[in-house]
Each structure stands twice: as C-alpha cells, then as structure tokens.
C-alpha cells in the first residue's frame, strides 16, 4: 500500500526564552510571522522564511515569536505543534507522485496593492497559502472565499483560479508550495486566458527559500 501524505500549516507561538526545540528531520518551510527565532545557530529575523528537511534546533528570544511551519508528512504521523503552544491551521493531503518525479519545496510571497488582482490562472503543483495582511478574495471551482490576516487556504494547482484583493489597503500572502524540480528558479504561474498573458501584473513576489526535497516512501 502506498503511503498518503499531507502539507500541514501550523502557527506556533512558542514560549519567550523557554528551552531550545528541535524538529525532526523533515521537508519543511519556516517563515517568522512576528518576533524572531534563531535555527540552528542562525538567527531568523521577521519576515524571513527557510526551507530544509534538516534537523531544526529552534531558540526564541525573550521577545518571542509567531512562527508559520509547513510540512510534508506521512498521514498518519501526528501533527503537533511546538511546545505545545500553537494549532494546526490547515492540513490538506497531497500526492507527491503526481507532481513530478523530483520535487522542491518553495517558500514565497505574493503582494497586492489596493484593488490588484492575479487574472485566471493555475500552477504547476499544490500549496498552502495563509494572509500577513489586507484581505483578498479567491474565486475557483465555482466558489468564492474571502480571507482576513491569518486565513489560509489550499489550491491543489491544476484548478483555474483568479484571487481579487482589496480595494482599500495592500495586501500579501505567504505559500509554501511543492513543485516539479525542474521549476528551481523559475515560476510556476500558468495563465489560462491568452489575451491575460501579455498584460502587466499587479503581483509581486519575493522568494525566501526552496529547496530539493525527498519524501521517503514516495
């Protein structure tokens, strides 16, 4: 039987200057929601992210931090936040073999000015994507959802999607995203209306990390 796998968002907010935490070796991003931390001996200011399937030795300053964690992990491996302190925001199953023989994880963001929107478009693999700020609304598969700061949601990739964000305010989400290798570098934006391909966009993004990753038992 082959085994299923899931892409989990945490938040974690582990407690200020408490004892270091270590994570398992595993394909995960990181991205520093608020505070800092420091992985490994490297500080991670705010704002910043990392991809490693490493061991990750975690140490939270005084100030403490709100951390985003996405993982790949078997389904039936328990999901469990950092030292306790934190939830599981979303947890959605994925089918590596699907997306390609040799995979990358990637961790991004994706900014709005006020009223900016992404045309109809689809990518080459899933991600959780989860609001820093603004608020945005996604069209796909005949449903509409809106999210404020926090919401986080699935696309699963190969569905048409247009995201419209708001009118008043910037706004940015942050996705990590499993994608083909052969994408390292490059991006994984697919528009499915010819006449949307040629036009200027109003998305901008900032790539923190990626990197290649292997999920054993795949």
């Not at 931390?37 to 910043?48: K, R, S």
């Not at 419209?164 to 994408?183: E, Y």
């Amino acid at each position: 039987m082959s085994t299923e796998f899931e892409l989990r968002l945490f938040e974690d907010t582990p407690f200020a200057g408490a004892n270091p935490v270590v994570l398992p070796a595993l394909p995960r991003a990181l991205y520093v929601a608020a505070g800092e931390v420091t992985i490994n001996g490297c500080l991670l200011p705010g704002d910043e992210g990392i991809v490693s399937s490493d061991k990750l030795t975690l140490s939270v300053a005084e100030t403490g931090a709100t951390l985003w964690r996405w993982e790949i992990a078997a389904a039936q491996a328990a999901a469990e936040s950092i030292d306790g302190r934190g939830h599981l925001k979303l947890s959605h199953s994925i089918e590596p073999g699907r997306i390609a023989d040799e995979l990358l994880l990637r961790l991004d963001s994706v900014a709005f000015p006020p009223g900016g929107c992404a045309f109809l478009h689809n990518h080459r693999g899933p991600g959780t994507r989860c609001l820093k700020e603004g608020a945005i609304r996604i069209d796909t598969e005949g449903r509409s959802s809106s999210y404020a700061p926090g919401g986080a949601w699935f696309e699963a990739g190969p569905e048409d999607v247009f995201a419209q964000a708001d009118d008043q305010i910037a706004s940015r989400f942050i996705r990590a995203m499993v994608l083909p290798r052969s994408l390292m570098g490059t991006s994984s934006i697919r528009y499915v209306n010819e006449e949307d391909k040629a036009k200027p966009k109003s998305q901008t993004y900032r790539v923190f990390d990626e990197a290649a990753i292997e999920i054993p038992g795949q």
